[in-house]
Every structure is written in C-alpha cells, then in structure tokens.
C-alpha cells in the first residue's frame, strides 16, 4: 500500500529527513513513533501531498505520490495533529459540508454522514453544534471527516492528544473497526502503551530515519533480546515458579497473585515450548499471552542508542 524511499526535506539548515524508507502493508495498522522533531509529521505530510520532499520516492498502492499528486485525492484521509473545525455548524451539516467537496449531496450525502457518526459514536450527536462537543468528540467528529470518501489509506498525526483515558479508548476501537474494514491506517501517538496494544507494526524514527522497525514482540526483541509473556494459573503458583526458572530460555521471572510474568529468550517456538511443559507438568494455566511490554523503555533504550 505504502512504500516510501530514501526520502529527504530540510527546513533551512535542519535536516528534518535523511533517507528514510518504509514499507506499509495493505490493511496493516502502523504505529509511528518518535520523539518532537523526528520527522513523523513531515512523513505523513509528504506522503498526503501537503509538503514536497527535496528527494526521495513515495508510491501509494502504486501511484506516484509526488509526481501524480492529484491521484492521491480519492487514496487518502489525512487528519493532522492540529485538527480544524467550523464551530458555527451542526455535526451533521460539518461532515455534509466535506462530503459535497467530493460531490455527495442531498440524501445520499446526509445518509453517508449519519453512518459515519454511527462509526465513530456520534450519532446522539448529530445536531449539536461542533463548539459544543467535548475534545474527544471533535478528534472523532474529524476522523469521520476524513472517511466521507471512503479512502484506503488513513494517515492520523497524533489522534488521541489531549484525549482523557475514556476518549482514548474509544479511539483505540474505532481504529481496530477500521482494520477490520480492511483500512491501512499510519497512526503516530506519544502514548506507546495503546500503540502497543493495536497495531501490526510499529517503526521508531529519530533524527530523520527509522532506526528500528517491527511487530512489538520484534522490536522487544531488538531492545532488549527477550519477549514478555504473561501466564495466569488457578493455583500452584510456586510450582510453577519453579519449573519456569529452570528452563533456560527463562531469564527473568516476576509475580502478582496469581499473575506470573516471565521474559523469554527467543521467539514463538520457545514460547511453545514453555506452554507445553506447563500443561504436561498438569499446571492448571488459565491465559498465556504475549505481553507488549513497556514501550517506553524500549522507546528510551533504542533512541538513546541510536544518538
């Protein structure tokens, strides 16, 4: 769906980008993560056609991006960090209003609208005034902007900023609503943590470049060369304490109650092996799942790194 190469833009004397490149999967959600003046903005403006790079290649499921620029209309929605709205107008009558700049008018545009609001769970909100609506509301009421043209490609700078934690979970099920769609979303966020928990891939830029790249379990792995997983038993919490220190793929073992987390050297086969000796050893597992770790460990670990 994506694919961006050796791409470049300075600001003056600020080099802002220095050869990045990334490739992005149909139907993937992206994580983009990096500190201020990364480059993830910049990124995303290129890639929707707002900004010219000083060199480099962006191709969107094929399309040229930066020579065949119009092409990219019907491709993309982008929602920037810095989201506008037009308070004088109803909700309903906002995503109207965008939905006639692509020629959907009269019934089908007010139907089209109502379903976009039902999307993102707005549809008790339909005619409110915009100013009325709490921030969340309106980085929602945004996100629906940016579908009224049914794009393959969404492109989110920072959607859930200034969000409260109730907001923000809200966000997180929308965007997996979406992937089942089958959108491809580029989604930037500081908070790593929800990152972590939705997308496919994540890709840690600083200075210009993506200096790691991966699923989380990947990227873990890079950081710190082990993967967390959580088990939770009904009981025989020391016994199985016991067997998991032995195995020596095991490096690091914590509890809480009934909740045991391990690290694991390796991958998926390692981390079968562990669950096969749990079950053959009649320990009374109730979940086993991979965790996503602290991102911002690894976040620090592998900027720092890279400095």
């Known amino acids: 769906m994506l694919v961006i190469k050796n791409l470049e833009k300075s600001y003056g004397k600020f080099k802002a980008l220095k050869g990045l490149n990334l490739e992005i999967e149909k139907g993937e959600i992206f994580g983009f993560i990096g500190p201020n003046g990364a480059g993830k903005s910049t990124t995303m403006k290129i890639v929707s056609g707002l900004l010219s790079p000083d060199s480099g290649e962006v191709y969107v499921d094929g399309i040229d991006a930066i020579k065949n620029n119009k092409a990219l209309k019907d491709k993309i929605g982008y ?157 025989s919490v020391e016994e199985s304490i016991a067997l998991l220190k032995q195995r020596p793929e095991v490096n690091e073992v914590s509890v809480d109650g009934n909740k045991i987390t391990i690290n694991v050297v390796g991958g998926d086969k390692e981390a079968k092996d562990i669950l096969k000796e749990l079950v053959i050893k009649d320990i009374p597992v109730i979940s086993y799942s991979k965790s996503a770790g602290n991102l911002e460990e690894v976040f620090i670990q592998i900027t720092e790194e890279n400095n």
């Open 79 to 235: 929602m920037p960090d810095f989201f506008g709205v037009y308070d004088n107008l109803k909700a309903i009558e906002y995503l109207e209003f965008y939905a006639s700049i692509y020629g959907i008018v009269g019934e089908e545009a007010r139907k089209l609208s109502m379903d976009l609001l039902e999307l993102v769970n707005l549809q008790d909100k339909y005619d409110a005034n915009v100013d009325g609506l709490s921030r969340g509301m309106k980085q929602r009421l945004c996100l629906a902007r940016c579908l009224v043209h049914n794009p393959e490609l969404l492109i989110l700078d920072e959607p859930a900023s200034g969000m409260d934690p109730r907001a923000r979970f809200e966000m997180k099920g929308i965007l997996k609503n979406l992937k089942e769609m089958g959108k491809t979303i580029i989604v930037s966020s500081h908070i790593l943590s929800e990152l972590g928990e939705i997308c496919t891939r994540i890709g840690i830029v600083k200075n210009g470049v993506i200096v790691c790249e991966g699923t989380v379990e990947e990227v873990m792995l890079m950081a710190s060369g082990t993967a967390p997983i959580n088990i939770t038993v009904m009981d």
